[in-house]
Each structure stands twice: as C-alpha cells, then as structure tokens.
C-alpha cells in the first residue's frame, strides 16, 4: 500500500509562488498518472493538473502558463511549482495517482494567497 504525502503548502502574498511536492512512500513507477487536485472552502474539488508516465500533461485553464506539473520516478516525488499565484488559488491541494486500477490521494496541503 502507497501513501502519498504532500508539503510545502502554506500562506503567500498574491504574485508569489510556492512549490508543492507529493512524496510516496513506495515506487510511483507504475502510477500511470499522478496529478493534483484542489478543494477551495465551500466549492467542489477541481483538478488542477496531470502528469502521465510518458505523454503529455494536462492543465486546468485556470492555471496554464501559472503552474507547472512534475514528477521524479527516481525520488519517487511529484511536484506542482506555482507561479503567479492569486486568492483564487486558495485551496486545499491533494495529490492523487493511479497504480493497477487502484486511486491513491494524500492528506492534503493548504495553500492561502493573501491578496
């Protein structure tokens, strides 16, 4: 069983960035996709981004040319740098994959934008 774990969440100023990471607890490489998705107060969760074992990653429009989406099989991590970043980011962020059919999601990581 995988966990996966998320940090570098935290309260920036709104132009700023933040870089989170994902750390699984075991191999990630036969997690067909990794991603992340985000959960603002009182709003559905929404993905913000996609990273396949090869192929090409996926962005919510609202956060292309923003936020960048990687993964590192070796360090079994996966990132999510945010550039840019406004109060309409604000949000918990989880990071999620998929190994043999199986969904696995972190805790979750708490960005605040202050504008």
């Known amino acids: 069983q995988v966990q996966l774990v998320e940090s570098g969440g935290g309260l920036v100023q709104a132009g700023g960035s933040l870089r989170l990471s994902c750390a699984a607890s075991?191999?990630?490489?036969?997690?067909?996709?990794m991603g992340w998705y985000r959960q603002a107060p009182g709003k559905q969760r929404e993905l913000v981004a996609l990273?396949?074992?090869?192929?090409?990653?996926y962005y919510a429009d609202s956060v292309k040319g923003r936020f960048t989406i990687s993964r590192d099989n070796i360090k079994n991590t996966m990132y999510l740098q945010m550039n840019s970043l406004s109060s309409e980011d604000t949000a918990i962020y989880y990071c999620?994959?998929?190994?043999?059919?199986?969904?696995?999601w972190g805790q979750g990581t708490q960005v605040t934008v202050s504008s």
């Open positions: 999620t994959g998929r190994s043999s059919s199986k969904y696995y």
């Open positions: 075991g191999s990630i490489f036969s997690f067909s996709f």
């Open positions: 990273i396949p074992d090869g192929g090409s990653t």
